[in-house]
């Protein structure tokens, strides 16, 4: 009986070591099994056919041409509005040259036509007053000569150029008023005997309303109003026509004004406004 139970105990001892070392044996597989699948992936990794590096590879991809492609977009964004702003700014400076060009030439030719006008003026005047224009010559106080003092030498200087006048109007407007003083200056007619006493002379004309026009600092003053340019008006003539204008532009001694009707300009001088040649009026006062 206690040999048999031995045989059993020894028969189970047998039995748990060889378990213990299926067990050792086991598990000594599956860590082999596991480094040899890493291994495996270490290499497929390394030669980049392993699954999931491919697949994070594809998402990577993906990412980096979306940000490409959005870079892309917002190069062009930019450059078609960089260019939109290139050709705004170049018609701008554009426009401004050629309005600076036309204003420069405009003041120019009405600089130009004054001057010539004042020298035309200047010559009418000379012709038809001729000795108004002289001047008279300079009373100096002559010593006496002693006997001893030598010959005085005549004075061979420069006779002073004549004094010379400006003039704001127009031909007409002096003629007019240089036959307005030949008929003041000429002597009065004795009456005829043969004159009836009753018939009464001729009234005399009154004189023309007088408005006040001046220019200052590139703006026009007249009748109590400031007036500058590119202000709409309205221009009354001596013969009730009323027109439309623009003041293009405000020179030293003249305006220049343009018509609505059909863009024609004319020129206004300062005498024409302050004898009432032409009338001004604001266009929303009209």
Known sequence: MTAQQDT?????????????????????QMYQDKLASLKRQLQQLQEGTL??????????????????????????LETEQVERNYIKEKKAAVKEFDDKKVELKENLIAELEEKKKMIENEKL?????????????IMTRKLRRRPNDPVPIPDKRRKPAPAQLNYLLTDDQ??????????????????????????????????????????????????KRWYHKSQAIYLESKDNTKISCVISSVGTNEIW?????????????????????????????A
């Open 257 to 285: 004004v343009r018509k609505t009707s059909d863009s024609t300009k004319m020129r206004i001088y300062l005498g024409q406004l302050q004898r009432g040649a032409f009338i001004i009026r604001r266009r929303s006062a």
């Open 51 to 76: 699954q999931e590096y491919q697949k994070r590879m594809k998402k990577l991809d993906q990412q980096y041409k979306e940000r490409l492609r959005n870079a892309d977009l917002f190069l062009q």
């Open 174 to 223: 002096i003629m007019e008023d240089l036959r307005t003083l030949n008929k003041l200056k000429s002597p009065k007619r004795p009456v005829s005997p043969t004159t009836p006493e009753h018939v009464p002379s001729a009234p005399m004309e009154s004189p023309s309303q007088r408005y006040e026009a001046r220019i200052e600092e590139g703006k026009l003053y007249y009748d």
């Open 125 to 137: 005047t000379m012709e038809l007053t001729g000795d108004s224009m002289e001047v008279k010559p």
């Open 8 to 28: 059993e105990d020894a028969s189970e001892t047998d039995l748990a070591k060889h378990d213990e070392d299926d067990y050792v044996e086991i598990k000594e």
